[in-house]
């Protein structure tokens, strides 16, 4: 592993909300959360990125994880579903960008 | 670009819970591949793993169970790198079936 990690862009409460990258082969971010909106809730660490590790690639570099966090209301907008409920599920930060202002 | 197995969010209908024991086959093959895919051997990862079952078409994939991907994905890929190949895992299998069956074939020679 030689390159540098990627830098951390987001801190605990940034709204993000997920790309999509329309990458063929190993992702590991699933369809339904993609041009979605969400906050960070947690940074999970540096990890090597599973799309190149998915091609025998472990050259680097280390990417951030996050935990991010849905509202269920926003995830699945057709549905009862009560304000309290999230769906936590963790992105990597190529895979987000930043999304100030009012939920859509 | 949506894979096939990306299924997340597809209205399913009403979901059947029913409880599934590991088999024996499943632990061995979780047990491979956590020796291939361990810090001193990295022989095969489990993203490569995955990739390998998200890419060797629809129709097997949904044929298989979980364990069966994840078989028929490690072979797939144990060849490309060109480890093994899928005749001599063949020929293997055939031996053991028969020391197997043979019980005296198990013991120890004196």
């Known amino acids: 592993m030689t390159a540098a990690p990627i830098p951390v862009r987001y801190r605990v409460g940034d709204p993000v909300a997920v790309l999509d990258l329309g990458k063929a082969g190993h992702v590991r971010t ?11 809730a947690q940074f999970c660490g540096y990890f090597l990125n599973p799309e190149a590790l998915s091609l025998g690639d472990t050259s680097g570099p280390l990417v951030p994880l996050y935990r991010v966090r849905f509202a269920m209301k926003d ?11 999230f769906l936590y599920m963790e992105i990597y930060d190529h895979w987000l960008r930043p999304a100030p202002g009012p939920h859509a | 670009m949506r894979g096939y197995h990306d299924i997340g969010g597809n209205s399913a209908g009403p979901i059947e819970k029913i409880e599934l024991p590991w088999q024996h086959w499943e632990k061995q093959v979780e047990a491979v591949r956590n020796l291939l895919g361990d810090a001193t051997r990295r022989v095969l990862s489990l993203d490569e793993l995955r990739l390998g079952f998200e890419s060797f078409g629809a129709d097997k994939y ?26 001599e895992l063949m020929e293997e299998l055939a031996r053991v079936r028969l020391e197997w069956r043979d019980p005296d074939a198990c013991r120890p020679p004196r």
């Open chain 2, 62 to 87: 949904q044929r298989y169970s979980f364990y069966r991907r994840r078989l028929e994905a490690m072979i797939d890929t144990l060849e490309k790198k060109g480890l093994i190949t899928r005749d």
């Open chain 1, 75 to 85: 995830l699945w907008p057709g549905e009862a579903r009560s304000d309290r409920d």
């Open chain 1, 30 to 40: 699933p369809f339904y959360v993609r041009n979605r909106r969400g906050e960070i």
